[in-house]
């Protein structure tokens, strides 16, 4: 940021990122429940990461267990953009 260049900012959507497989660690928060896909947003973030890397997720929760899933109609949380959420693991 600024005149720092070790740190770069993409103003891009990870669809639009090839598989770089560069990054020790990526974040993604908040995004994974507006994806119409989440489990292709985690291939994507998968194909950011070196061999070994970490993967920050935050996202949505339901309590439930491993068969519950949301998936709401018209609005979820006055969102028309959120697709999917499920339980947290156990």
């Known amino acids: ?3 720092d260049q070790r ?14 497989n560069a990054f020790d660690t990526v974040f993604s928060m908040g995004v994974l429940y507006h994806r119409r896909s989440p489990l292709d947003h985690l291939w994507q973030l998968k ?5 070994g890397g970490e993967l920050v997720l935050e996202t ?11 998936v ?19």
């Open 1 to 3: 940021m600024g005149n």
């Open 7 to 20: 740190a770069h900012l993409l103003p891009l959507g990870i669809e639009q990122l090839p598989a770089l």
């Open 47 to 51: 194909d950011q990461l070196v061999p």
């Open 60 to 70: 949505l929760v339901v309590e439930g267990d491993e068969n519950t899933v949301l």
């Open 72 to 90: 709401p109609g018209d609005r979820y949380a006055q969102m028309r953009n959120v697709y999917f959420s499920r339980p947290p693991p156990r």
